[in-house]
Nanobody, 114 residues
Framework: QVQVVESGGGLVQPGGSLRLSCAASGSIFRSDAMGWYRQAPGKAREWVAF??????QYRNAVKGRFTVSRDNVKNTVDLQMNSLKSEDTAVYYC?????????WGRGTQVTVSS
């Protein structure tokens, strides 16, 4: 069964850091581009970052604070999040980029609050 499983979320104070990890089955991971997405309460899901080969792209709101990376041996995609802000609070998901509707997992909750 193809799937992705996100982990690493939690509660962190503003300015803090978290590292999210996504474990993907091989058939998914062979897709060239993998992305991180998030959905805040009452808002639409939005892409945050993606990695394609060695190239990365970030939405403006997280540039300079978030870093996406992948491990092709472990089939994992990580998102290092630094200098977190309250507006980063959301459920974070990974998926291919562009996303496939059938691959949305449960996500991992990130809450930035003092």
């Amino acid at each position: 069964q193809v799937q992705v499983v996100e982990s690493g979320g939690g509660l962190v104070q503003p300015g803090g850091s978290l590292r999210l990890s996504c474990a993907a089955s091989g058939s998914i991971f062979r897709s060239d581009a993998m992305g991180w997405y998030r959905q805040a309460p009452g808002k639409a899901r939005e892409w945050v970052a993606f990695i394609s080969g060695s190239s990365t792209q970030y939405r403006n709101a997280v540039k300079g604070r978030f870093t996406v990376s992948r491990d092709n041996v472990k089939n994992t995609v990580d998102l290092q999040m630094n200098s977190l802000k309250s507006e980063d609070t959301a459920v974070y998901y990974c998926n291919t980029f562009p996303a496939q509707n059938s691959l949305w997992g449960r996500g991992t909750q990130v809450t930035v609050s003092s």
